[in-house]
């Protein structure tokens, strides 16, 4: 919420979002949106900034004013513009838990938690390797983007789905050799968080210990709602639980569309049933298929149960998850034009 809401303070300075916001959008979003039950933590002027931005899906700035005559955007790339192989002024900053300086120069080092954990050795600046904690999870859970999916925005292009309809669990030949798993099996990949049931693909292209999966499917809410039935999750579950089985979508949610042009509606809603759009039925099936492992990825004990961060970017450490996998005896056809990564 104040995230959308800085965002929306700000390209209202930039002129974007007017000073004063319609009634009717901040109406709108605060009848149609779930996030308006909170927007008592926020000023009702910023609140008004951020509705204006819901209502839209986000704003924009012109082309011309982000992109130069060749295509090549016009914004500052952060940082000096200079290659540094040593950066004084990361050497002298502490890490915010641990209180300890963080190098300075390129070098590796393992994952860990932010801040140690328990009796484990921390990596002086930052915590506990996870190796050291997570032995009995053996693989490492990593997300894979491909050329066809961007994020989960991708669960709406439909032209996309028919070559892709469900994505799957990149395993190593060596270790699925190992577990006697074949592509088509249905695996169980479980973290210290949770499990999700996915197909596995095998290949020689990802490295030993690495399960990777393509993201950008498993979505349950949307314009809809679907209780999602290939996660099972040790921590949380709580939410998951109290999604409803059948969700049916009113036609007003419809009703813009179902005026359009017969030709436009079969461009716009590929591969759906006509009753989707002259009524608005049941769940959209394509829309929900495959998973998403962000429901299971890693927890950082060192911080209460916050998502496992990087402790040098301070982002969501998403290529960290220690996992292992195990074959359920289900499985699943998988063409071969299908398995595109």
């Known amino acids: 919420m104040r995230v959308y809401a800085n965002g929306g303070v700000h390209a209202q300075d930039r002129g974007i979002v007017p000073k004063e916001v319609p009634e009717d959008d901040v109406r709108f979003v605060e009848e149609n949106y779930p996030i308006a039950r909170f927007k008592d933590v926020i000023p009702e002027d910023e609140w008004r900034a951020a509705a204006y931005c819901l209502a839209r899906g986000g704003v924009f700035t012109k082309y011309e004013e982000s992109f130069d005559e060749k295509g090549f955007s016009k914004r500052s790339v952060p940082g000096t513009g200079v290659l540094q192989l040593w950066h004084e002024k990361l050497a002298k900053t502490p890490n915010s838990i641990t209180g300890k300086k963080f190098w ?58 028919q070559i892709l309809p469900e994505n799957f669990a990149l395993i190593n030949d060596k270790d699925a050799e190992a577990l006697g798993v074949k592509t088509g099996d249905v695996v169980l990949i479980e973290s210290p968080v949770g499990s999700i049931e996915v197909p596995a693909v095998v290949t020689s292209a990802v490295a030993r210990g690495v399960v990777a999966v393509p993201y950008g499917m498993g979505r349950w809410a949307e314009t809809l709602v679907v209780k999602p039935s290939y996660v099972n999750l040790k921590k949380g579950g709580e939410l998951l639980a109290a999604l409803p089985e059948k969700v049916e979508m009113p036609e007003s949610a419809v009703n813009p569309v179902k005026h359009l042009p017969e030709i436009v509606k ?21 829309r929900f298929n495959g998973v998403t492992p962000n429901v299971i990825e890693l927890f950082d004990e060192s911080l209460g149960g916050w998502p496992m961060l990087s402790w040098l970017g301070a982002g969501q450490a998403y290529y960290s998850t220690p996992v292992r996998v195990v074959k359920t005896g289900k499985t699943r056809k998988l063409m071969p034009h299908q398995i595109v990564w």
């Open 104 to 161: 300075g120069g390129p070098a590796y080092f393992e994952p860990a938690t932010y801040a140690p954990v328990g009796q484990g050795k921390g990596l002086g600046f930052a915590g506990t390797p996870l190796r050291e904690l997570y032995k009995e999870y053996p693989f490492t859970l990593v997300f894979e983007s491909g050329p066809l999916y961007t994020k989960h925005r991708g669960g709406n292009y439909y032209w996309i789905k």
């Open 266 to 286: 079969k461009v716009l809603f590929t591969n759906r049933p006509a009753e989707y759009y002259e009524k608005g039925l049941a769940v959209d099936v394509w």
